[in-house]
Structure formats: structure tokens, C-alpha cells
């Protein structure tokens, strides 16, 4: 099947830090450098929503509320991507996906089974 595999998440208090990763599945692996990637996240209730992307030439683009705060990078080696966040609040609460964009900056593949990330004292 073609779905990345997230891993990572778990409880965190505001503030603190984690780093959540997705790797390619191997039907992937060859195409995996050239492709955009971006991770996305859905807290309970909401639409699913953008946080972050990196091009293939390593250009990150972040929402406004993770800007400063969350670092996306990625291993073309490791076919592996990584979302650093950093001074987390509750509001950052969510199941993190990630995915690989289109031309128009949409969604790749199906949806992974994503990491649940919780933040909260």
C-alpha cells in the first residue's frame, strides 16, 4: 500500500518539545527526492489543516501559528521526513499526517494512519 508511516507523538507539556517523523514506503523510494512534502495536522472536531511543507530544493513554508516555534526537514537518504516542535502548547494538540504535495499543492497519496500528538500538563 502506498502510505507513509508517521511516528513520534505522544503527551507533552506546554512548552516542551518533540520531534514527530514520516518515512516513505518503498514503492516510493526512487521518486522520493524530487517530491514537495508537508505535514498536516487534525485536532478533534476540525479540518484538517497545513503546517507545514518543504520542496524538494529543502524550502520550508509554515503556518502563521507555527512559524518560529516548528522546523521541518528531511533525510532524502532515509526517505524520511521530520517535524521538530518546539514550545508547544495545547492548542497544538492534533493527529499529525504527513503527506507529499501535487503541482497544486494538494494532498499525494491517501492519508497514513498519523501520530497523536498531546499537549497538556
Known amino acids: 500500500q502506498l502510505l507513509l508511516v508517521e511516528s513520534g507523538g505522544g503527551l507533552v507539556q506546554p512548552g516542551g518539545s518533540l520531534r514527530i517523523s514520516c518515512v516513505a514506503p518503498?514503492?516510493?523510494?526512487?521518486?522520493?527526492?524530487?517530491?514537495?512534502m508537508a505535514w498536516y495536522r487534525q485536532a478533534p472536531g476540525k479540518e484538517r489543516e497545513l503546517v507545514a511543507s518543504?520542496?524538494?530544493?529543502?524550502?520550508?513554508n509554515y503556518a502563521d501559528s507555527v512559524k518560529g516555534r516548528f522546523t521541518i526537514s528531511r533525510n532524502n537518504s532515509r526517505k524520511t521526513v521530520y517535524l521538530q516542535m518546539n514550545s508547544l502548547k495545547p492548542e497544538d494538540t492534533a493527529v499529525y499526517y504527513c503527506?507529499?504535495?501535487?503541482?497544486?499543492?494538494?494532498?499525494?497519496?491517501?492519508w497514513g494512519q498519523g501520530t497523536q500528538v498531546t499537549v497538556s500538563s
Open positions: 518543504i520542496t524538494s530544493g529543502t524550502t520550508s
Open positions: 518503498r514503492a516510493i523510494f526512487s521518486v522520493f527526492s524530487p517530491l514537495d
Open positions: 503527506n507529499a504535495l501535487t503541482s497544486a499543492n494538494q494532498p499525494k497519496y491517501r
